[in-house]
Nanobody
Framework: QVQLVESGGGLVQPGGSLRLSCAASGVTFSLYTMNWYRQAPGKQRELVASITSGDSTNYADSVKGRFTISRDNAKSTMWLQMNSLKPDDTATYYC?????????WGQGTQVIVSS
């Protein structure tokens, strides 16, 4: 069975930091491109950041310079370090894994940026 489990969400003040993690099981983790998506109520789901099996990274313009995606294939885990958080970053964040035609999703973790 394939599982992606997000953790690390919570409440943080504007300007603060948070680190999300995604732990994978049941897959050959090193083969997959890993992605973070987010979705706020009433808004479209958007791709926030991605990291390939070769450690190439891409970021949405809205988070460039503030967020950093990383992975450790030996631990089958990826992270999203979020700094200088803004209220517009409030959303449910989802872990996603893709390899060719295979796609898997985590259950999501909530991030609330508010004073």
């Amino acid at each position: 069975q394939v599982q992606l489990v997000e953790s690390g969400g919570g409440l943080v003040q504007p300007g603060g930091s948070l680190r999300l993690s995604c732990a994978a099981s049941g897959v050959t983790f090193s083969l997959y491109t890993m992605n973070w998506y987010r979705q706020a109520p009433g808004k479209q789901r958007e791709l926030v950041a991605s990291i390939t099996s070769g450690d190439s990274t891409n970021y949405a313009d809205s988070v460039k310079g503030r967020f950093t995606i990383s992975r450790d294939n030996a631990k089958s885990t990826m992270w999203l370090q979020m700094n200088s958080l803004k209220p517009d970053d409030t959303a449910t964040y989802y872990c996603n894994a893709r390899f060719n035609t295979l796609t898997y999703w985590g259950q999501g973790t909530q991030v609330i940026v508010s004073s």
